[in-house]
């Protein structure tokens, strides 16, 4: 009789022995989202703080009635807080997607009201905010386990 060895084993775990699936790629992705959106944010509220003129719409079409400069600080403030969550979503960290998903909802909120005045930028940071709130949401525990 011939003995039958057992079929090596990989000594790297895969995902799905790790408890991960594809969504980590996502969740990775949200964090550079949530970095990428913290930038261009404080982009934004420079260019308010700066050059008011820039902007389409003259601020009392805005739909919340203000200054630039204080829209500009806001942006600001914003873009340093969902920069530093979205590090903190690479890492792992449960209190980062906590955080990223809720400035991520008001990212959405502040660039709705923005809208007039620069249309395009902000529909594009709403799509990703969209886009940062379901991976966070949906899968956002896979981080940890897969590193």
């Not at 955080?99 to 709403?126: E, Q, R, Y």
């Amino acid at each position: 009789m011939s003995q039958q060895s057992a079929p090596e084993q990989s000594a790297l775990p895969t995902g799905h022995e790790r408890g991960t699936s594809g969504w980590v790629g996502w969740i990775a992705f949200a964090g550079f989202a949530m970095a990428l959106l913290g930038v261009f944010h404080v982009v934004q509220g420079l260019v308010a703080v700066f050059d008011d003129h820039y902007f389409v719409l003259p601020r009392s079409g805005l739909l919340v009635s203000t200054s630039y400069s204080a829209w500009g600080w806001v942006h600001i403030i914003a873009g340093v807080i969902v920069m530093v969550a979205g590090v903190c979503v690479l890492a792992g960290q449960v209190w980062a997607r906590v955080v990223g998903t809720l400035m991520a909802l008001v990212s959405a909120a502040v660039n709705i009201t923005f809208l007039g005045a620069a249309p395009v930028w902000s529909v594009i940071m709403i799509a990703l905010d969209v886009v940062v709130i379901m991976a966070l949401t949906v899968h956002g525990s896979e981080i940890k386990a897969g590193t």
